[in-house]
Structures are given as structure tokens and as C-alpha cells.
């Protein structure tokens, strides 16, 4: 995504997706959130999943306890979050642990034959040759 895009905006997440978000960013695990709001987690996750909405009342409680406005989880605008830290790519990270793959089994295919040698010197020695 450019750096223009509005992450949390209308066109880019919905409703649930800013309350992931949030939850989130306050560090807590939906059962942590769903207690602190007096509601069952499936019905947070109903929120989170855009299966359903809180009624005002909630949804009042639910943006102050994230730290953000009620306007911000309804449509992206005024105090919320920002756009997360660019970090590594899919592919970047993947080619990483490829590369760890690969040096692991050179360095375990290496350890195999010492192993073999090693056997070989171990028999010979026990047939006194």
C-alpha cells in the first residue's frame, strides 16, 4: 500500500477490523476485553468478525476502554490508531527462513558424515584393527 492510504478508513477496514486492531494495540485477548465489557466473547467476536454491532451504549464503553473516539470505530475518522510500522514482507521474511532452512540441512547433512566417519573409526577400533 502507498503511504496515502488510510489504513483504518472506510475503503481499507471495517468496523471489526479497527476493533482487532485496537484490542490489539491495548494488548488485550478478546476474552480479556469481552469480560471488561460485561459481554460474551462470541458477541466480540461477532464485532470483530462484522457479524454483527454493539449498541451505542457498548460501543460507548468499548471506545473508551480501547482509547479511541466512537466515530473512529464506526468509520476511520478522528482518534485512533496509526497505520502500522512497515516491516519486512511476506516474501522477505519467507526467503528468510528459507535460507535458514537451507544452511540448517548443509550444516546437518555435514554432522551426518562426521557421524559416519566417527561410527566407522568406533567399529574398527572395537575389531582391534
Known amino acids: 500500500m502507498n503511504e496515502n492510504t488510510d489504513w483504518y478508513g472506510p475503503d481499507v477496514a471495517t468496523f471489526g477490523d479497527r476493533v482487532a486492531a485496537a484490542r490489539e494495540n491495548a494488548q488485550m485477548t478478546q476474552v480479556a476485553l469481552a469480560k471488561r465489557l460485561g459481554v460474551k466473547q462470541s458477541t466480540l467476536r461477532g464485532w470483530e468478525d462484522d457479524?454483527?454491532?454493539?449498541?451505542?451504549?457498548?460501543?460507548?464503553?468499548?471506545?473508551?476502554?480501547?482509547g479511541v473516539s466512537m466515530m473512529w470505530l464506526?468509520?476511520?475518522?478522528?482518534?485512533?490508531?496509526?497505520?502500522?510500522?512497515?516491516?519486512?514482507?511476506?516474501?522477505?521474511?519467507a526467503m528468510d527462513v528459507?535460507?535458514?532452512?537451507?544452511?540448517?540441512?548443509?550444516?546437518?547433512?555435514?554432522?551426518?558424515?562426521?557421524?559416519?566417519?566417527l561410527e566407522k573409526r568406533l567399529r574398527n577400533s572395537l575389531r582391534g584393527t
Not at 457479524?51 to 480501547?66: D, I, K, M
Open 51 to 66: 457479524l454483527s454491532e454493539p449498541r451505542a451504549n457498548r460501543l460507548a464503553t468499548l471506545a473508551g476502554v480501547l
Open 74 to 93: 464506526i468509520n476511520g475518522e478522528g482518534e485512533g490508531l496509526d497505520a502500522p510500522e512497515e516491516g519486512p514482507s511476506a516474501d522477505e521474511s
Open 98 to 117: 528459507l535460507n535458514e532452512l537451507r544452511d540448517l540441512r548443509a550444516d546437518m547433512l555435514k554432522r551426518a558424515e562426521q557421524l559416519g566417519r
